[in-house]
């Protein structure tokens, strides 16, 4: 298996522009999960997926973000508009219901000029 | 709710020098620890973990006790290399399929 894969690894955007982060999981995991990861404020859970339904997206921090999972091979996570403060690295992991089982994608830079 | 705290860092140490990760926790219940390693560029792997009170886990010459009674899982390591020099999450979970992270402590190892 390749791993969890993410796309772009980085992006560069202006301030107002919409930007979309995709993911493909491990197949046969049934949980996704999104993170954000900065300087300031550590790993931060996003939102998190089991068979494709969103079970907590209660870290998401304003409505600009929005995640979805059209099957089980794939998501995303859109910010609309993006601002400056959203430059992060974005990492999406998935696992089969065991947190040692958490495989983590490489993750997307992403940089809002 | 569920909490790491993790010593800052960076920590740098010269290569064969003894490692020692500071962590402790606060949860409900009996969680399970662990530690993840991220290398530059990369996502998280996972190092190590222990189930239990006393457990200890171990792998690539790192080892981390559960100690229930200080809430603690330092990570150690009898003799570093500069293939170490990378970002160290210690994390639980309680229960639940997420992980609680620390805030993640970085390591440089020098020649």
């Known amino acids: 298996d390749a791993g969890v894969i993410q796309s772009p690894r980085h992006e560069v955007t202006e301030m107002g522009q919409e930007v979309t982060l995709r993911c493909k999981p491990i197949s046969g995991h049934d949980y996704l999960f999104w993170y954000r990861q900065t300087m300031m404020r550590g790993l931060e859970l996003l939102i998190y997926f089991n068979n494709n339904v969103p079970i907590d997206d209660s870290g998401m921090p304003e409505d600009r973000f929005s995640a979805k999972m059209p099957n089980a091979s794939f998501s995303t996570l859109k910010i609309q508009p993006s601002e400056p403060r959203d430059s992060a690295v974005y990492f999406c992991a998935s696992s089969l219901n065991q947190p040692d089982g958490y495989t983590f994608g490489s993750g997307t830079r992403l940089t809002v000029v | 709710g569920n909490s790491v705290t993790q010593m800052e860092g960076p920590v740098t140490l010269s290569e064969e020098a003894f490692l020692t990760i500071n962590c402790t926790y606060t949860?409900?219940?009996?969680?399970?620890l662990f530690w993840y390693v991220q290398y530059p560029g990369e996502g998280l792997q996972l190092l190590l973990k222990?189930?239990?009170?006393?457990d200890k886990g171990s792998n690539k010459g790192f080892e981390a006790t559960y100690r229930k009674e200080t809430t603690s899982f330092h990570l150690e390591k009898g003799s570093v290399q500069v293939s170490d020099s990378a970002v160290y999450f210690c994390a639980l979970n309680s229960g639940y399929s997420t992980l609680t992270f620390g805030k993640g402590t970085m390591l440089l190892v020098s020649p």
């Open positions: 949860a409900t219940g009996y969680p399970s």
């Open positions: 222990a189930t239990k009170a006393d």
